[in-house]
């Protein structure tokens, strides 16, 4: 099913995130029934990829927006881990730096956009500067809110260069969090990464949630959507957005390059008989 | 098996390419023998990558010469399709631009290092510096040459800070690289890559031979070995490889950090009964 009529964010309407229900499974029972189709996803994105990176023209652009154990990291390694490293890149947007924050906002996402052929994922992005900046006052209403149609145009950009742009909001309980924290607890291969401050922000996430719906709606465009990824369950968190790749990149009708050379010209020139004698001076030569 | 023994060059040696068989398989008959090897080679370097963005301290250089068609492509596809992009990432080392040309010539190489933690591809590299650059003479002896004792020196400044240095020569006969061009003219998903250039390039081969044979001597050190990978077999090199790499990160014997925080006073506090009023709570305000 296209997945993307269900769960984008149309320009203009009134959105809410509570219109969307985090423990949506679609049509499937359980994981077991969308392993399968999960799995095509991956290959037909490999196949995309290669098709992407060959044509050279265009990229795409992944932001991933999610609270803290919404399952950013667990989309990326789901999700993308049969694609080619060659071709497919993540920055995590982390405390920016001296230098990030002597520039205005755009200045590092920018940097880190996708060139020709190429995807970018986002973890976590420039949409940072209208969330954690304005729960947490780091900047004043006053210039965070003027960034909304600096983000619209700055797509813009992109886009018009070529590159789609595609934005996922992970949905999640906040029961689910906590599950997530729990499950960190009780993992000695994950538990390195509990710390006591991701349990403290818990207490603004009204405030995130107030925050993430106003990005949202200000920032869905028809150029660079928002779709809202019901996560409370993983596989079907990962079935939607592998779901919604494919479609996105099966719509750009990416083209193998034709050849730039002629093939029979270069077939008779160097893999005819004669090019036996042109191996054996090569390695002639080598002998000496 | 322990590959390393075998295909490492020592520092101080005699080294000769031709001392090294492009179409070695060792023990294995074909793919097929190989073929389970290899796939459990995929998940330990899985896991081990996991375990090295864990740790956070230290990080891995991978760099991978070889001439065109040689394999380098394959073994990033192959090798490393498994791992999480969030910690592997590739640096393609192609024509210099003019903002790189005017550096030294280990600036570009070094703004690509990987960061702790990482995993950092680097296909064609600075060595690119003394080969093609000595093959074409872009620039002269007396600059080339001073190169080694840099490289040597780059190198040794990265591990010191904790980064792992392994570099590969893929290692295969003129022949096959023809027959490597010819697949190509008959692969319709392949043959749009095919430039007369790189025919024209192989009245090269020799010199080639001989930058690289020179540049492994001067280079290959203790703390930043050259392995020879013969490479006519693509199944056996992605073997030897994978070998190599899970090898050399489980001599690291990295760490997955202890956790930061009292496990249990994390239990007491924010899992007990007690958190579902805190959950209410939250939930309260959201439904205002």
Redesign the interface.
């Known amino acids: 099913m296209d997945f993307r009529k269900r769960f984008i964010v149309e320009p203009g309407s009134k959105f809410k995130l509570?219109d969307f229900n985090p423990a949506d499974k679609g049509q499937h029972e359980n994981h077991q029934a969308a392993a399968a189709e999960i799995a095509r996803h991956a290959d037909v994105l490999a196949r995309l990829q290669?098709k992407l990176y060959?044509e050279g023209k265009r990229s795409l652009l992944i932001v991933l927006q999610g609270l803290d154990a919404s399952g950013k990291?667990g989309v990326?390694?789901h999700v993308?881990?049969?694609?080619?490293?060659?071709g497919?890149?993540?920055t995590?947007f982390k405390q920016p730096t001296h230098e990030e924050l002597a520039h205005d906002f755009l200045w590092r996402a920018h940097h880190h956009t996708p060139g020709c052929g190429e995807i970018m994922?986002f973890?976590r992005s420039h949409y940072e500067d209208v969330l954690v900046v304005r729960v947490h006052n780091i900047v004043p209403r006053s210039v965070w809110s003027l960034r909304y149609e600096r983000i619209r145009e700055f797509e813009k950009l992109l886009v018009q260069a070529g590159t789609q742009v595609i934005k996922f909001y992970l949905h999640i309980k906040?029961?689910e969090q906590?599950n997530r924290?729990?499950e960190r607890?009780d993992d000695?291969?994950r538990?390195?990464k509990?710390?006591?401050s991701d349990?403290i922000e818990?207490?603004y996430?009204?405030a995130y949630?107030e925050a993430m719906e106003e990005a949202i709606r200000e920032t869905t465009t028809k150029h660079a959507p928002w779709f809202i990824i019901p996560s409370n369950h993983k596989w079907f968190r990962d079935l939607v957005i592998s779901s919604i790749l494919v479609n996105k990149l099966e719509e750009m009708q990416l083209q193998?390059?034709?050849?730039?050379?002629d093939?029979k010209a270069?077939?008779l020139?160097?893999?005819s008989a004669k090019?036996e004698q042109?191996?054996n001076a090569?390695?002639e030569?080598?002998r000496t």
């Open positions: 509570a290669y060959a990291d990326i390694r993308m881990t049969g694609t080619n490293p060659q497919v890149n993540v995590c994922i973890n906040p029961e906590l924290f729990k607890l000695p291969h538990n390195w509990i710390r006591e349990y818990r207490k996430w009204p949630i193998i390059p034709k050849p730039a050379v093939l270069i077939r020139r160097y893999h090019i042109d191996h090569i390695l030569v080598k």
